[in-house]
Each structure stands twice: as structure tokens, then as C-alpha cells.
Nanobody
Framework: QVQPVESGGGLVQPGGSLRLSCEASSSIFSINAMGWYRQAPGKQRELVAD???????????NYGDFVKGRFTISRDNAKNTVNLQMNSLKPEDTAVYYC?????????????WGQGTQVTVTS
């Protein structure tokens, strides 16, 4: 099974913090990038943050404009794990957060999605 496993979602007040974690399958030989997307009910899925996990992908990070400065993405290549530290949370951050793994084998690339973890920000 290559589906990523997410954890860390929950219920917090505005201004609070959460830390999301995602572990990719150890069977994946090469992971080019790992990241987080989110989707609220009836809304489009949007990028939260993405980070490269090997030299092929360039070793860079990307953030959605709406979270930059509040969220921080990090990785552990040895554990095939990506984390998202979420600070200063706002009600509009409420969504299901999905982990995405982008992996390439030779010239063929695949993307794998986690089942999602709920983040709810409310007063």
C-alpha cells in the first residue's frame, strides 16, 4: 500500500496551532516532493505547502499565499515524512487537509493522496 498516512488534525480556536504529519510508504523508492492541500466542503482543493525531498526536485518549498508566514513545512527524507506546523490559525483555514506524495521512477511519475485529516478552527 502506497497511500500516505496523515495525522494531527483537530479542533482549535482562532490563533491556535496544530501540527500535521504525513508518512509515505517506505516501499516508495524515490519521492520527489511531498506536500499538503486542503479542501473545504463545496470548495476547490488548493495548495497549502509543498517541499522537495530529493535533489531531482530542486530542494525548494512553496506556500499558498493565504498561509505563507503562518505555516511551515518540513521533511524527514529518512522517514519519508512531511510535517506542517500551522500557527495563527483562522476560521477560514477550516478544511480537510490532504497529504500528497509525488514520486518518480525512471521517467514515470505518480502522485499519491492520503485520506485527509480534518482541521476545524472555531470560536
Amino acid at each position: 500500500q502506497v497511500q500516505p498516512v496523515e495525522s494531527g488534525g483537530g479542533l482549535v480556536q482562532p490563533g491556535g496551532s496544530l501540527r500535521l504529519s504525513c508518512e509515505a510508504s517506505s516501499s516508495i523508492f524515490s519521492i520527489n516532493a511531498m506536500g499538503w492541500y486542503r479542501q473545504a466542503p463545496g470548495k476547490q482543493r488548493e495548495l497549502v505547502a509543498d517541499i522537495s525531498s530529493n535533489g531531482r526536485s530542486g530542494g525548494s518549498t512553496n506556500y499558498g499565499d493565504f498561509v505563507k508566514g503562518r505555516f511551515t513545512i518540513s521533511r524527514d527524507n529518512a522517514k519519508n515524512t512531511v510535517n506542517l506546523q500551522m500557527n495563527s490559525l483562522k476560521p477560514e483555514d477550516t478544511a480537510v487537509y490532504y497529504c500528497k506524495i509525488y514520486a518518480c521512477s525512471d521517467s514515470t511519475c505518480y502522485q499519491y493522496w492520503g485520506q485527509g485529516t480534518q482541521v476545524t478552527v472555531t470560536s
